[in-house]
Structures are given as structure tokens and as C-alpha cells.
């Protein structure tokens, strides 16, 4: 299993932008994809690309246009660029890797590789 650490976090204000990173002890690889749990709520997949194949990507439709998944090109370091932040951003945010790529539903299954999470806090 892939060991991932993400940076990056911290407190914003609203509208401003964070670039969260996740980095594996090795090459970071299969479908992999960024999660935030806000206080209180479920898990929810907000970003998930399938870099290898076809450069697929998807985004939660509370995302969509204010967030990108990017990978670099060592390939060990998963980003996600945030901007124009919300209050609704707010929460937990965790990398997870080495899944498979659903083509139906353009999500990440059984991901195997999974960090401890980074904390985003946005506030007036």
C-alpha cells in the first residue's frame, strides 16, 4: 500500500484559494481522488481522475469550475487547486489512490492508498 501525507491546509477567507498536495512514498497511480467531509456530514468524493488512460476527471457538482485535480510529472504528488472558497468548503480533506476507475459513474473505486487528511477552514 502507498503511504500519502497531505499539506496545505490551513484557514482562508471566503473567496480566497488553497492548493492542497498529497504526496506518496512512491508513484502515485491508478484512479485516485480528493474527499472533503465537512463538520457534521458524510464523506463525500469531490474530485477523482483517472490519470493513465485518458486523463479522465470528475468533480462534485459543489466544486465543479472552482476545483482542479492535477498530478505532477514525477508522478508522486497529487494536488488539489481550490478557489473561490466557501463556507461550505470547510472541513476535512483527504488524497486517496491506487483504485479503479468507474467509466459509468467517473468515480474511483476500491481505493487502496488512503492520508491522514489536512484541515480547511474558510471564514470572513
Known amino acids: 500500500q502507498e503511504h500519502l501525507v497531505e499539506s496545505g491546509g490551513g484557514s482562508v477567507e471566503i473567496g480566497g484559494s488553497l492548493t492542497l498536495s498529497c504526496t506518496g512514498s512512491?508513484?502515485?497511480?491508478?484512479?485516485m481522488g480528493w474527499f472533503h467531509q465537512g463538520p457534521g456530514k458524510q464523506l463525500e468524493e469531490v474530485a477523482a481522475?483517472?490519470?493513465?488512460?485518458?486523463?479522465?476527471?470528475k468533480y462534485a457538482d459543489s466544486v465543479k469550475g472552482r476545483f482542479t485535480i492535477s498530478r505532477d510529472s514525477a508522478e508522486n504528488t497529487l494536488y488539489l487547486q481550490m478557489s473561490s472558497l466557501k463556507p461550505e468548503d470547510t472541513g476535512i480533506y483527504t488524497c486517496?489512490?491506487?483504485?479503479?476507475?468507474?467509466?459509468?459513474?467517473?468515480?474511483?473505486?476500491?481505493?487502496?492508498?488512503w492520508g491522514q487528511g489536512t484541515q480547511v477552514t474558510v471564514s470572513s
Open positions: 512512491g508513484r502515485i497511480f491508478g484512479c
Open positions: 481522475a483517472y490519470f493513465d488512460v485518458d486523463g479522465a476527471t
Open positions: 486517496a489512490a491506487n483504485g479503479e476507475w468507474d467509466p459509468f459513474e467517473r468515480r474511483c473505486l476500491s481505493l487502496q492508498s
